[in-house]
């Protein structure tokens, strides 16, 4: 019975794939006969980001017939047969959105209520972002297109259902800190495979061409010895005025790793004051070496050396002391970004707090692995400066003593707009993958 319900919904989307077949684009269609497979997820989220898709189409053939009658009337023809199909159209499309809210199918897509919202938004989110970079951006971004004109629609439907998918698991303070771990390996690991095809010779893996050491500090020290390149300086900008220091918890191709290698064991936290300084050594090292280089007029082969020797420490870091102490060593007390990423991520409004009801039982404190909930830091209620906002904490605070807080907004809010945020924003790098 519900699935006869969904019919409308086929027919809008099957008129819609006609339409990108006729007019020759491929991924317009595939999108559009992929777009119902959406409802096999029974999530209220499903549901809504097909209406919205159905939505968007009506506004779609509205456009279409403001264009079309437009050429016509230039051209001294009739449009009013015209304008009464796509009219027609445009509303049962709109109809096929109502009609997922019979009551057959608001029982069928009930599940998870409370994070419907946020995920719409992610969902949208990403698909505005993509839209805008598939239409507007001359150069094709997204990765499918460089393989396959119109590659990047079904790119884009895809991706937009991962954001909202992984934003409903993300909300979830039990399971965030596991599927965090996951999505920033899978995403460290697309990046890795993307470099090596792209070394291995396929050149639209590499985008620009101009590779790019995957060595953290490089985001730093490639442009102060080459003069140039700022994509990676800006990336890293971005990510964190609108996520403050997530970056070294979600998007870090090379944290990953560190994150893997310490999660062995519980963190110990054994860090001390002098192992906080050593990044302020390193940050000082790594701009004062990049600028001699530059002003010696070093050749890139030893710069590349040098860069690479950095990141191998840094590996040998990670070996040795992030399995060690179930801290992540290599981020903590290494890694110059990690820094510039907890200071400069204090412009964002986004942060962690405890509140009233912390009895200071530390449980938390061996959730993190960033060494920043000290039993100092937790007596004053908010975590250290190493905390990049990672949320594995929260989960395991069985007094609801800490969340995300976002200026005045309440707990429960800021933390839907900081895993709306997250979940875009890595679906979105995924699609404009770029090395
Ligand atoms: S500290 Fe460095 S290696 Fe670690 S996640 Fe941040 S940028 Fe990446
Ligand atoms: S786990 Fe909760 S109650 Fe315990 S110290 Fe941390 S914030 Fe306080
Ligand atoms: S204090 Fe919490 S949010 Fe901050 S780094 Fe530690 S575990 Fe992550």
Not at 280 to 297: D, E, H, Q, S, Y
Not at 362 to 371: N, P, V
């Amino acid at each position: 019975m519900s699935l006869l319900r969904l019919l409308p919904v086929l027919l809008a989307f099957g008129l819609l794939g006609a339409h990108f077949l006729r007019m020759g684009i491929d991924g317009g269609l595939v999108a559009a006969a992929c777009a119902p497979l959406i409802l096999l997820i029974r999530r209220r989220w499903a549901a809504r980001a097909v209406q919205a898709l159905l939505v968007g189409s009506a506004v779609f053939w509205l456009v279409s017939l403001a264009r079309l009658a437009s050429v016509r009337q230039e051209m001294g023809m009739g449009w009013g047969r015209l304008a009464a199909i796509l009219v027609v159209v445009a509303l049962g499309t709109a109809a096929a959105a109502l009609s997922l809210e019979s009551r057959s199918l608001r029982e069928r897509y009930r599940r998870g209520g409370q994070s419907t919202t946020a995920s719409v938004v992610a969902f949208l989110l990403t698909a505005v972002v993509l839209v805008f970079v598939q239409v507007k951006v001359a150069r094709p971004m997204i990765l499918a297109e460089r393989f396959w004109v119109g590659g990047g629609w079904p790119t884009i439907l895809g991706l937009s259902v991962y954001a909202a998918w992984i934003n409903e698991l993300l909300l979830d303070p039990a399971r965030q800190a596991k599927i965090r771990s996951r999505i920033w390996l899978v995403f460290s690991m697309f990046f890795f495979a993307q470099l090596l095809l792209g070394l291995s010779g396929i050149e639209q893996m590499l985008m620009s061409g101009d590779l790019h050491l995957p060595v953290p500090a490089m985001i730093v020290g490639g442009p102060l010895y080459r003069g140039g390149g700022l994509f990676m300086p800006i990336l890293f900008g971005v990510t964190v005025l609108l996520m403050g220091p997530a970056w070294c918890s979600y998007f870090c191709y090379i944290g990953a790793w560190d994150n893997q290698l310490s999660g062995a064991r519980h963190p110990t936290n054994t860090s001390g004051p002098w192992h906080r300084r050593l990044r302020w050594i390193t940050l000082v090292a790594v701009v004062a070496l990049a600028l001699a280089l530059r002003l010696l007029g070093a050749p890139t082969w030893l710069a590349a050396v040098l860069g690479g020797g950095f990141g191998i420490v840094g590996v040998v870091i990670m070996v040795l002391w992030s399995r060690r102490t179930g801290t992540m060593a290599h981020c903590t007390w290494y890694c110059p970004i990690g820094l510039l990423a907890t200071g400069l991520g204090k412009l964002s409004p986004h942060r962690i707090r405890l509140n009233d009801n912390c009895t200071a039982c530390g449980l938390c404190s061996r959730a993190c692995r960033y060494d920043a909930l000290s039993s100092e830091d937790i007596a004053r209620h908010r975590p250290g400066a190493s905390c990049t906002l990672c949320g594995d904490c929260v989960g395991v605070c069985k007094h609801d003593a800490m969340g995300y807080r976002f200026g005045s907004l309440s707990p429960a809010t800021s933390r839907a707009v900081f895993f709306v945020l997250v979940a875009s924003f890595h679906a979105v790098c995924l699609a404009v993958a770029r090395i």
